[in-house]
């Protein structure tokens, strides 16, 4: 099933975008797009995948890009500007799929693509404050819109929401000692920058967990990320929604980063297999090939699921 070509893949990853598209021919080969489709990319990002979408579905196609970041939408608009297919680009949550669809008209489509997570354009930017290699402020938040940011979470939730948070989302062994941290620290003066937060973590946790290779606030951040964005939650209402709008012999497919986000997907997909609505085209998630996780670092820790609509 993997292993064919895809035509301008190359281009695609080289062009002057700043976001690698993970996994790219795995994923255009798993969607099985034909010219004419009309596709869903729940997580436009830079357009990486869009556009490779696009060149499959052609100008008989449709290409539906839904992001909830403002400067995703910008920029995957000026890549896809040359797409001569039908496209509708929406400023979203991807909760809002059923949403989205009726306000274009569209019923059912042929295939839904989901790369989760955040693109390198929110990482790279110290000033959206998901990086702990970078200064910005406590910030996270994909939507630019939202309430509440991890400056409220971190610096108003009571400790033990903290240590819960952080087990729960980071599978952070010393999610109670950086709760109790953090506490502490803001008793004297709010938490306001993302290396004020490293700072109380690298004193919570003990010497030998900051030294042992991986950066010891990658679980924190990732739990504070997966916070303020209610991500799980989420994902987990958002198939439903997709799988209902996958026409039969249609096909969904999501890209996950880490094995929260993936034991979600592998449920919901063994679901619906049992329910008898969809065959797995993945029975293991698929994995970057060794030459890209060398090449692209963020494809390292990606998992990709598919299914096929049957009913
Ligand atoms: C990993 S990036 C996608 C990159 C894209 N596939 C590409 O090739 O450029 C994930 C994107 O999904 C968006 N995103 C994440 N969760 C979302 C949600 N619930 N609703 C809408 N967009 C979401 C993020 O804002 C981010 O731009």
Redesign the pocket.
Known sequence: MIGGSLKHSKDIMTESFS?V?VMIREVTELLNLKSGATVV??????????QAMARVVGAEGRLIG????RE?IEKARERLKDFSGRLDIVR????KLDDVLSSLGVSEVDGILF?????S??LDDAARGFSFRSEGPLDMR?DQDMPVSAFELINSLSEEEIGNLLWRYGEERFSRRIATTIVRARSARAIETTKDLVDVILRALPYRVSRDGVHPATRSFQAIRIAV?Q?LD?LTM?LDAALAHVKVGGRMCVIAFHSLEDRIVKEKFRGFAKEGRAVLLTKKPLRPTDGEAGENPRSRSARVRALERIG
Not at 92 to 95: M, T
Not at 115 to 119: K, T
């Open positions: 976001h598209p990319d729940c997580t436009l990002g830079l357009g990486g995948h869009a839904i992001d909830q970041d995703a979203s949550n991807f909760r790369d989760l997570g955040v693109s354009l929110q994909m964005n991500e989420v958002a």
